[in-house]
């Protein structure tokens, strides 16, 4: 007896067998996930903003082969009453709107949920302009922890009392402020990730670029060996590797004493 109901069929893509689902879209997109493997989760009231520039080039390749992973959670599924209000005026009074502390408390501790306790494991941010600044050696200290919970912000910030409650840790990328933390969160995670294993294709990338010694980077050439009547600098053609190094050594010192003097003087001090 045949059966008169239509047969889903499977799509084959190399090692994965696609079927149809009826889960939701953004959930059949979701790349698979090695075990253990580096996670990112994200609370924001924006989702569709991920993975945005971190679903490209190298990270998005690492994303998809599993070597890290994104979880977005929406903030607004946990807002107050029949608009799922997410905020609130300032208490003592002034301009704009505060991310409630009961709101975003939910979301945390759903955020939480399979993560380890210890803050040295799996960090909490948020992406804040009065937080210290965002470092290589952070986001080194990021990197070697099993993932991370981002909070983005939105309007005048959030509640301190959640903040508090959560030992939350504050990080800003830079002396200024941004409309919300998303933009924020995808300069850390950027940072992160690219340090991770088997992320970037050469790992003496990571050893060689600007800060990692404490040092600028010194500057970089390729092809054609003459531009505009300006030429490569004759020690790198010459094949000698020390003279190579100590180039490299001098220029990467003369810059940073010249554009960044507080890196030089804290790498002097």
Request: charged share 30%.
């Amino acid at each position: 007896m045949s059966d008169d109901k239509p047969k889903l069929a499977t799509k084959s893509h190399g090692r994965l067998t696609i079927s149809p689902t009826r889960k939701p879209s953004s959930l059949m997109d979701e790349p698979p996930r090695l075990k253990g493997a580096w996670t990112a989760k994200i609370v924001t009231l924006f989702p569709e903003a991920f993975p945005g520039t971190l679903g490209l080039s190298l990270l998005g390749r690492a994303r998809d082969l599993g070597l890290w992973a994104l979880e977005t959670i929406d903030l607004r599924p946990f807002g107050i009453g029949k608009h799922r209000n997410v905020d609130d005026t300032p208490a003592g009074g002034g301009a704009g709107m505060v991310l409630r502390a009961d709101v975003v408390g939910k979301a945390l501790k759903q955020a939480a949920h399979g993560t380890p306790d210890d803050r040295a494991r799996w960090p909490v941010v948020y992406l804040s302009p009065r937080g210290k600044p965002l470092t290589q050696e952070m986001a080194r200290r990021f990197a070697e922890a099993d993932g991370m919970t981002l909070l983005c912000g939105r309007f005048e910030g959030v509640d301190e009392r959640v903040l508090e409650h959560f030992g939350v840790e504050e990080v800003s990328i830079g002396d200024f402020v941004l409309t919300g933390g998303e933009v924020a969160a995808q300069v850390l995670i950027d940072a992160t990730v690219r340090l991770l294993p088997g992320v970037l294709g050469n790992a003496e990338s990571a050893v060689e670029e600007s800060h990692s010694s404490g040092l600028l980077e010194h500057p970089q050439y390729t092809r054609p060996a003459e531009w505009e009547g300006r030429s490569i600098p004759e020690v790198l053609t010459s094949g000698n590797h020390a003279k190579i190094e100590d180039w490299r050594r001098e220029m990467s010192e003369k810059l940073t004493q010249e554009r960044r003097p507080d890196l030089w003087e804290k790498r002097e001090g």
